[in-house]
């Protein structure tokens, strides 16, 4: 089912979410405008189900152009391409490894809830929530990862790092990299961008596409969706807290109760053996002194 290419997905309504009354994130998202990034993350919000399963289907990579057929006809993207199509910078970093590591570690305390800096191997709730709703779109919109969407990885940071800092990166490079991830048999890539690859798709001449699906409204970021972004991290944040109060309060009393158990129960074995002997002793001064209860007892 093509819903599985988008069902982790997120895409933004730059006109809705920079209208906002939150500074911080009205903030957040001025920065992603700055970075180069608004045309591919808030093209208009169409997908063709049908053309997407056969695009990856038959999608491959060859000479550096990601190759497949819909319908009976070829189709060729280019890097060159695919930055037009979304009005993406072609200058500066063409690879985030190359992100300077005082720019990390400067992140690390912008983005902070604390204002210690944040650890590379922790949770996005150590961040201030406009960042941890960056670390979404990131990780769901741009390097498209499977799996745990909590858990903060250098490669998410450094995404997060070149827009917070203001890094000039080479998006066209950088997303058509993880494009051409997407086809290559075997890669360990997760499929995405099914908006993207859907307007792609409608540029190219006599291909017919079908019917167009409206991108779920629930994963497009506006006012409206947003306030339901901040409700599930605010109680998941409240749910981690108490959880980890309950465990490490658990921890302390566990040792305590366990000699106090023991202790206890040493003295509970020596009474009850005290008060057996006692009440044999005294069974059997009345058994002597008193035959007829001798009788009854014995």
């Known amino acids: 089912m093509a819903a599985s290419f988008y069902s982790n997905s997120v895409h933004v309504d730059f006109d809705s979410v920079l209208a906002m009354g939150e500074p911080g994130m009205v903030s957040m998202f001025q920065a992603l405008v700055a970075s180069g990034l608004q045309g591919f993350l808030g093209c208009t919000a169409v997908v063709y189900e049908e053309a997407l399963v056969e695009f ?150 006599n291909l017919e596409l079908g019917a167009s699906s409206e991108f779920p409204a629930s994963k497009i970021l506006t006012k409206k969706t947003l306030h339901r972004f901040i409700s599930i991290n605010d109680r998941d944040g409240a749910e981690e807290a108490s959880g980890e109060t309950k465990q490490r309060a658990a921890s302390k009393k566990r040792p305590a109760a366990d000699v106090g158990a023991a202790v206890t129960k040493k003295k509970r074995t020596s009474k009850r053996k005290l008060t057996l002997e006692t009440g044999i002793q005294a069974s059997q001064g009345l058994r002597y002194s008193n035959q007829s209860f001798a009788g009854e007892y014995s």
């Open 56 to 205: 990856f289907a038959n999608g491959t990579v060859r000479d550096g152009l990601v190759v497949s057929s819909v319908n009976g006809v070829v189709v060729e993207i280019s890097e060159e391409l695919f930055a037009e199509s979304f009005e993406l910078p072609v200058d500066g970093l063409g690879d985030l490894s190359e992100i300077p590591k005082d720019a990390i570690f400067y992140a690390r305390s912008i983005v902070s809830l604390s204002g210690e800096p944040v650890s590379l191997s922790g949770r996005k709730n150590q961040m201030k929530f406009e960042f941890r709703l960056l670390c979404d779109i990131m990780a769901k919109a741009i390097s498209v990862k499977a799996g745990s969407f909590n858990a903060i990885t250098v490669e998410k940071f450094s995404l997060i790092t070149a827009v917070v800092c203001s890094v000039r990166m080479n998006w066209a490079k950088i997303l058509f990299s993880i494009f051409k991830r997407m086809v290559t048999p075997g890669s360990k890539q997760a499929k995405g961008f099914a908006i993207q690859i859907s307007l792609l798709l409608a540029n190219i001449p």
